[in-house]
């Protein structure tokens, strides 16, 4: 079970944002995606999301070719994301943000739920206790009747991860998840991360914190310009000369 990028090519006009990429991720494993700023991590996502369009290449999600899909249908498929300039409606609260999360899981129609069916008020009743439990993980418990524009970005972030991880996605795409996040968020996060590994779902990390790569990542691609760099374990990467003269310029 497996999402496989093969080849892909993104351009926005005259600039190629992303060129021949190509990755594989497996359930149950965490891949971290390093490069500079522009080098096309962002658009990377968005290739795998539909949000954007490749110009050539595929993305298939066991074994089902997605790319000609529009990005509604993708989720069906159970792959989450988080943005990494998050857009919620200011007033929404951490807990309502939460609960949009659990919008694919639903199975009880609106009627049921507007006239309030017993099987309507189980499920409501299910996903409340998971939103508790996913609050609790991600020690947001404390936030959830704060409204998003009273908390900094890094924890606006995290309500994302928070929203993502209620889906129960298979592949879960992180865009950034640790910036501005202070020692033991990160700290609490790495945790989070490694939880969603053991229980099989494909992680797949931008970030650009190596020692964050280094603890959780087996595998690392690196961008540049658009292209891959290289990839290969953390270990091998951070003594590429190729990546420390792109990280440190030569
Ligand atoms: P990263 O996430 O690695 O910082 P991005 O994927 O956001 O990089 O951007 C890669 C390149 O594509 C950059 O040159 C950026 O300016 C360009 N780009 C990204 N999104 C768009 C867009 N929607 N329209 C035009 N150019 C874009
Ligand atoms: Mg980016």
Redesign the pocket.
Known sequence: MTIEVKDVTVR??G?T??KDASLTLERGKILAVV?P????????FNAITGMAKPAAGTVVVDAKRIDDLPAYKRIAWGVARTF?TPRFDPKVTVEEAVMCGFFRLRRTSIMASLLRTPSAAAEEKRFRDRCNEILDDLKLSGFRSQQMSELPMGRVRLVEVARAVANEPKYILLDEPAAGLAVDEQRMLSHEMRRLAERGVGVLL?EHNFNLIRELAEHVVV?KE?SMLLEGTPETIAKNQAFIDTYLGS
């Open positions: 926005f006009g600039v944002a992303l490069g700023n522009g080098s096309g991590k962002s658009t990377l990494q931008v961008l658009g």
